[in-house]
Each structure stands twice: as structure tokens, then as C-alpha cells.
């Protein structure tokens, strides 16, 4: 693209995806120059003229969400006070988004207070990927695009072949988007009733659906701890099925998760770059990462150019 008012930058949680998004736009990318006093405090200070431009930061708010979250607030800020045109929030993961209602007396809602304070910095809109929970979307007073890492998600197990596929849901609120999944692979679905007895512990309960004899795919959004994901692969090898796979948009992998999943039944995860690959994980075979730069870089675009996005909406 040719257009010297078109801008990306990026802050540190995720810099490799920054680039490929460029790399398939063609643009370089903003330069900037992002640091830390002794304190630990951020600074940060863009180095090249953005006035009038329309600026896209790129920054999921991954490990350490704090700080990754800040840096994202302070860009924004210095992009408003740089006059900038307009400012479009770029967030492959969005942080704080498990607490997205009241479900129990006396807490936040995280979610919302994560759209006021992108709003209140000087976001003109947002771009997010595998929201957890779409209505995440009516926080904003602001446009806000949703994508979805489906397609490139389906493409790679379309293209496996997997005999007798069931698509699992590992809870409830997952089914939707496990519906999904299944009807773009022509594959039944089954859904695991599990319970949650710890901020990071659930126990499966029951399953519903038949699994006997076929392979199964574990659709998820996030794969945190991974606690969730290898109770519900045992219950469905209990339950008859003959190998277990996995897909999630965002590999946030924290705690004990990556050696949960090396030492579990599971024949192969597959996420996406949405999030940085902890160290760790790029040691185990069974895990692969597929790029969504692609996706952002065409949901740019249309933002850019103003033409319509819903084609990516699925």
C-alpha cells in the first residue's frame, strides 16, 4: 500500500505478528521508541510524523498483562496528543475479558473497564480476534470488528482429513463457536458439562454426545493453564474416542500448561499467533502455531480503505 497517512505500530507483547501484518500490506513498520525508567515505569515516544495519519497499534495484551495493557493505553495516549487522525486499537488478545458479568456478589467487570480505559486513552475503534465473549463487543462506545481465527483454523484440519470427526466443546458457553467449527467441517458436535470449583480448576462431569470410536477435536478460545483441556481429552478417550485434538485461538500456555499437554493424550494442539509462544512450547512437537497475520492484514485493509469487512466474519 501506498499511502503515506496509513500507519502500524506495535508495542512489545507481540512484535513478529506486527511485522508479518505489515510484511502482507506492505508497509513498514512506525517507528517508535518504547523503554523503561529505572522504576520500571514506561516510556514511550513516536519518531516520525503522524498528523492526520490513521494509525493502527498492534498489541495484544498477553503475559505480562499488566504491562502489555499500560504500553498499549500510553501509545494511544501519544498518538491522540500527536493528532493523529484516528486510532485504531489492534488486539489479538483481549486481556481481563474472563470477567465479563457480575456471576458472583461483589466483583468487577474487568471487560468493560478494559474497553473504558482503551476509550478514555483515545481508541477511535477496535479490532480484536476470538473475543471471550462476544457481547464483549456493546462495552465499547466506539466501532469495533471481531474477527474470528476459524478460517485459518478449519483450513488446517480440513486439510488433515480426520476420519469420523466429532467436534467437542469442552464447556457450555463454548458451543456456539464449536458449532461452528463442526459445520464447516460437516462433523457432528459433543459437548462436555464440566464444573468450575477453582479460578483455575474445573471438573468434568458429563459428556454429551457420542465419541465412541471416532476421532474427536477440542475447539476452545484460550488455552490457559491447560487443566481443563487434558480432563476433558481423558474423558473423551474414556468415553470410546480413538485420538484427541485440539484448536484455540490463543495460546497464552501459562503455569503448568505446556508440560500438561506434552504429558497428556493429545495427538496434536493447534493454536494461533494471536500471543507470543512461550520458550517452553516451542520445544513440543505436538504443538503447532499458525499465523493470523494474514487475517488482520485484510481486516486492516477494509478498515483502512473503508470497505466492508463482514466477509471476514465468520
Known sequence: MNDERFKI??????????????????????KSLLGRFSDGEIYFQILENVRGADVFVVQPCSFPVDNHLLELLLMIDAFKRASAWRITA?????????????????????????????????????????????QIQGYFDVPVD?????????????????????????????????????????????????????????????????????????????????????KTADALMREGATQVFAACTHAVFSGPAVERIQNSVISEVVATDSVPLCEAAKHVKKIRILSVAELLARGIRSIHEETSISELFI
Do not use: W
Open 146 to 230: 471481531h474477527l474470528y481465527g476459524s478460517p485459518v483454523l478449519v483450513d488446517y484440519f480440513r486439510n488433515k482429513n480426520l476420519p469420523n470427526l466429532t467436534v467437542v466443546s469442552p464447556d457450555a458457553g463454548g458451543v456456539e463457536r464449536a458449532r461452528a467449527f463442526a459445520k464447516k467441517l460437516g462433523a457432528p458436535l459433543a459437548i462436555v458439562d464440566k464444573r468450575r470449583v477453582d479460578l483455575d480448576v474445573t471438573e468434568v462431569m458429563n459428556l454429551i454426545g457420542d465419541v465412541r470410536g471416532r476421532s474427536t477435536l477440542i475447539v476452545d478460545d484460550i488455552i490457559d493453564t491447560a487443566g481443563t483441556l487434558v
Open 90 to 134: 489492534v488486539l489479538p488478545y483481549y486481556c481481563y475479558a474472563r470477567q465479563d458479568r457480575k456471576d458472583k456478589p461483589r466483583v468487577p467487570i474487568s471487560a468493560k473497564l478494559v474497553a473504558d480505559l482503551l476509550e478514555t486513552a483515545g481508541a477511535s475503534r477496535a479490532l480484536t480476534l476470538d473475543l471471550h465473549a462476544p
Open 9 to 30: 505500530f506495535s508495542g512489545t507483547a507481540n512484535p513478529a505478528l506486527a511485522e508479518a501484518i505489515c510484511k502482507n500490506l506492505d508497509v513498514p513498520l512506525g
